[in-house]
C-alpha cells in the first residue's frame, strides 16, 4: 500500500477520535498532517545524525525522492546550475541532496563540494574533478508566486557546454512540508508506526493539559 501524509493523518485522527473521522471534529486533519510533517522530518534526522556518529554515511532509500530538472546558465557567475524543485532537509555537508548525476548515468555520481573549494582548485587540473562534475549547493532568495526562496545545485568546470541538454537526476531527503499530502511519503514502514504513536501521544498530551487546566478554573 502507499504511504501518504495524508493517509497517516487520518489513522493518527482516528486514533485520536476513537473511530471514525467526523466532519464536525474539532481537530482539522491539516493540523495534523503538520505535526505528521515536524514529527518525520524529526525522526529522520535523529536517524541520519545517529548513523554519521558511527561513521556512516549512508542513507536509506525509504527517505529519498528523485527528481528531474534540467541545467540552465547563470550569466551573472559565467556558471551552470539546476533548480531544485523542493527543499532539502538540513543536514551536515549538505547530505540532504544525496546524489546527483546524468540521468542516463547514475552509476557515476557528481562530485560533492563545498564552495571554498572552488578558489582552491582553480586553475589546476583537479578543477575539473578528473574529468568528472563537481557540484555544491547554494540556497537563493528567488520571488515567485510558489516560494520565496529556492534552491540550487550549481556546477564546475566539468560540466560541459555540450552536456547542458542532458537531464539530470537529483536525489533528495525532501522536507515533509514540500511533499503534496496524496504523494508518496519518504519514510520507511518501521518509522510510519513511530510517527502515528508520537503524533497521538502529542494530542493526548494537550487534551490532559486542557483538562488539568479546566478543573483548575473549577475548584
Not at 518509522?191 to 494530542?203: P, S, T, W
Request: charged share 25%; with cysteine; proline share 4%.
Amino acid at each position: 500500500m502507499v504511504i501518504t501524509k495524508r493517509k497517516l493523518a487520518e489513522q493518527a485522527l482516528r486514533i485520536i477520535q476513537g473511530g471514525a473521522i467526523r466532519d464536525d471534529a474539532e481537530i482539522d486533519i491539516r493540523e495534523v498532517m503538520m505535526n505528521i510533517e515536524q514529527e518525520r522530518d524529526k525522526l529522520v534526522r535523529q536517524e541520519l545524525f545517529q548513523l554519521l556518529q558511527m561513521g556512516e554515511n549512508y542513507i536509506s532509500g525509504s527517505f529519498v525522492t528523485s527528481y528531474n530538472v534540467s541545467v540552465e546558465t547563470d550569466n551573472v557567475k559565467d556558471m551552470y546550475f539546476s533548480k531544485i524543485p523542493v527543499t532539502p532537509l538540513s543536514l551536515p555537508n549538505d547530505m540532504g541532496v544525496v546524489q546527483v548525476s546524468f540521468i542516463q548515468d547514475q552509476y557515476n555520481p557528481f562530485i560533492r563540494m563545498n564552495t571554498g573549494q572552488l578558489g582552491l582548485y582553480h586553475g589546476m587540473p583537479s578543477e575539473s574533478a578528473l574529468g568528472k562534475v563537481g557540484f555544491f549547493i547554494e540556497n537563493s532568495l528567488e520571488f515567485s508566486q510558489e516560494t520565496s526562496q529556492g534552491t540550487k545545485i550549481f556546477y564546475n568546470k566539468g560540466m560541459k557546454k555540450k552536456d547542458c541538454n542532458k537531464e539530470i537526476l537529483v536525489k533528495v531527503v525532501t522536507v515533509s512540508e514540500d511533499i503534496a499530502p496524496d504523494d508518496i511519503f519518504p519514510v520507511s514502514p518501521e518509522m510510519q508506526a513511530v510517527i502515528v504513536r508520537n503524533v497521538v501521544e502529542l494530542y493526548s498530551v494537550m487534551r490532559n493539559a486542557i483538562a488539568d487546566e479546566q478543573n483548575d478554573n473549577i475548584e
